[in-house]
């Protein structure tokens, strides 16, 4: 009997999550999103306080099918792919050495050697509009653009 109810409440939760991501107007997404886990996190915790904590498990489970969508219409998508991020920065040895020479600066811009200093600005806007953070960009990248530029700028000087 409560696998059944287990599996139901999988079930529903995940259809109306599925539901609401396919119908609600694109604006209005992030707000019912959140409304519909509220509900789901309250209805959860009510049964886990009367016993039925195979329930409240599958309501919470009908809600990780659907993890990325709930996480970022609580804006905590950005933090959980920057944290992935700098996970993997730190496994692979080198990756944040911090040492960048002219020839990778360039290759990060991707610009030829010897840059204008106006072909680096433009670059440098290029490549952070695609990549800049609050646009779900990568932290490291940007930082990675900003110090290209940086360096390429500070050797036009000199």
Same mark, same amino acid.
Do not use: E, H
């Given at each position: 009997m409560i696998l059944i109810l287990w599996l139901l409440g999988i079930l529903i939760v995940a259809l109306t999550v599925r539901q609401l991501l396919k119908s609600a107007p694109t604006n209005g997404k992030p707000f019912l999103l959140r409304v519909v886990v509220v509900l789901? @996190?309250?209805? %959860? &915790?009510?049964?886990? =306080?009367?016993?039925?904590?195979?329930? &409240? =498990? !599958?309501?919470?489970?009908?809600?990780? /099918?659907?993890?990325?969508?709930? @996480?970022? %219409?609580?804006?905590?998508?950005?933090?959980?792919? !920057? =944290?992935? #991020?700098?996970? #993997?920065? #730190?496994?692979?040895?080198?990756?944040? !050495?911090?040492? =960048?020479?002219? %020839?990778? &600066?360039?290759q990060i811009l991707e610009l030829e050697e010897n840059p204008s200093k106006e072909d680096i600005l433009a670059a440098h806007k290029r490549m952070m509009a695609k990549n800049h953070p609050d646009k779900g960009g990568s932290?490291?990248? &940007? !930082?990675? /653009?900003?110090?290209a530029k940086d360096l390429l700028l500070a050797e036009l000087e000199n």
């Open positions: 789901v @996190l309250l209805v %959860a &915790a009510a049964m886990a =306080m009367r016993g039925l904590w195979p329930v &409240a =498990m !599958s309501l919470l489970g009908g809600l990780m /099918i659907y993890g990325r969508p709930v @996480l970022q %219409a609580f804006g905590l998508w950005r933090q959980f792919q !920057s =944290m992935q #991020q700098k996970q #993997q920065n #730190q496994s692979t040895p080198g990756a944040n !050495s911090g040492t =960048m020479d002219t %020839a990778t &600066a360039c932290t490291y990248l &940007a !930082s990675q /653009i900003n110090q």
